[in-house]
């Protein structure tokens, strides 16, 4: 090995930037290359951040996950705790098989000739950075490294394309990716969601606010509701997370969505009501003849008999375990808006924003409403962008225009992060 004196001499930097966002549910990321073309080598690639063990205890290591077929009472240890990167054991031994064992993995890559741009949650705590500094160039030993805050990489983004703004620089360098002038990160991921005012690239660190509240809260209320009014599914906790993201969706009339939901689980139901109850069946998979859930109208009849059976009994003689999911839907996500319905005391994201504004100058109030940019998993919950534009319309200053958009998929804050 060459002594680290002859690396820290090299006056350039390597070819290849490896773009990581090291999430708590996933890890994303994604090779930059300046010259490249080639779409495929900056697609982003997710990895399943986590140890798994399921049946007969064998243990899945970050991407073996997706060949998985029996998820069934499956535990999960995960590095990334609070959005915090806790458990570097853990987290060197799904680096190592994603990114340096795999030969076939779409994001192997030989460290020495590799830069690293990883992400890192605002306000990290410093003795947590150092310990990531020091697996980075002593463990993995990457050619150059930068770690930069996961929200900041939003403002690279097309946001002006997103809203229908002129692009400003476009007519000076139109192959120059620029940071927008003002952005309002909202970012609702696995573990928490941070609100985040970036200013030219850069993020208003006074401003900063977070909730701890995250899809994990999600999925655990799902769990526990379903588990006390139906079927015992609280160690399911990975066909819970899929339950939460085929069904669920954030509610812009809470009262009216309780109302219709009251009514579809009635035993007779109107042609008027069945057509606007919101209640689904979801049929879990069994991993033998089903291998994942399927999401139907609900049947009454099918409720009764799992009240009674635990089970449907089908015509042609098979059984299914069936969950009737009605006001859970959005009951769950509701948490993002009212934490106290769990008895968290923290502020809701709506009062959250009003608190991030508030350590933004004035002048900036307007463009910060103005450009409000959601990622995260959870942005991806239907309803959710609208519901926010509607919470805080209601409370904005009347001079503001508020807009919200959401990202086009989950990875887009890493996905041209890499290549300005």
Not at 70 to 89: H, I, K, T, Y
């Amino acid at each position: 090995m060459a002594p680290r004196s002859s690396k820290q001499a090299k006056s350039t930097l390597a070819s290849k930037t490896l773009v990581l966002d090291n999430g708590a549910y996933a890890i994303k990321a994604g090779f930059s290359l300046p010259s490249s073309t080639s779409n495929e080598e900056n697609d982003c690639h997710e990895v399943p951040n986590c140890l798994a063990k399921g049946a007969h205890n064998r243990v899945w290591v970050g991407a073996q996950l997706h060949q998985c077929k029996d998820f069934a009472e499956m535990s999960f240890r995960r590095p990334v705790q609070n959005g915090c990167l806790v458990n570097w054991e853990a987290e060197k031994e799904i680096w190592d098989q994603t990114f340096f064992n795999d030969k076939s993995s779409p994001v192997f890559c030989d460290p020495a000739e590799t830069n690293l741009l990883l992400t890192e949650a605002p306000n990290s705590l410093p003795t947590l950075q150092s310990n990531c500094d020091q697996m980075v160039f002593e463990e993995f030993e990457f050619s150059a490294y930068r770690r930069t805050s996961g929200p900041s990489l939003n403002a690279y983004n097309d946001i002006a394309g997103a809203f229908g703004d002129p692009h400003p620089d476009a007519s000076t360098s139109p192959n120059t990716v620029f940071a927008a002038e003002a952005v309002l990160v909202v970012d609702s991921g696995y573990s928490h969601t941070t609100v985040t005012p970036l200013y030219k690239g850069r993020p208003i660190q006074q401003a900063v606010r977070r909730l701890e509240i995250g899809g994990k809260v999600l999925t655990n209320y799902l769990k526990e509701v379903l588990s006390v009014r139906q079927l015992d599914v609280r160690h399911e906790t990975h066909i819970m997370n899929q339950v939460k993201e085929s069904v669920c969706f954030v509610s812009t009339d809470f009262k009216a969505d309780m109302e219709k939901s009251r009514r579809g689980l009635q035993r007779t139901l109107s042609k008027d009501d069945r057509e606007e109850s919101i209640v689904r069946d979801y049929v879990m998979p069994d991993f033998t003849s089903r291998m994942v859930g399927e999401v139907k109208e609900h049947d009454p009849k099918d409720r009764k008999q799992m009240a009674a059976f635990n089970h449907v009994k089908r015509e042609n003689g098979t059984t299914e375990a069936v969950l009737a999911v009605g006001n859970e839907r959005f009951t769950a996500p509701e948490l993002l808006f009212h934490p106290e319905n769990v008895g968290m005391k923290q502020a809701g994201l709506v009062e959250m924003i009003l608190h991030s504004l508030s350590g933004v100058p004035t002048g900036l109030w307007g463009v910060m409403l103005g450009n409000v940019w959601l990622v995260g998993g959870n942005a991806r919950l239907p309803g959710f962008s609208e519901r926010l534009f509607k919470d805080l319309r209601e409370v904005a200053p009347v001079e503001c225009v508020v807009r919200v958009k959401a990202a086009s998929k989950r990875s887009d804050h890493i996905d041209l992060a890499g290549r300005g």
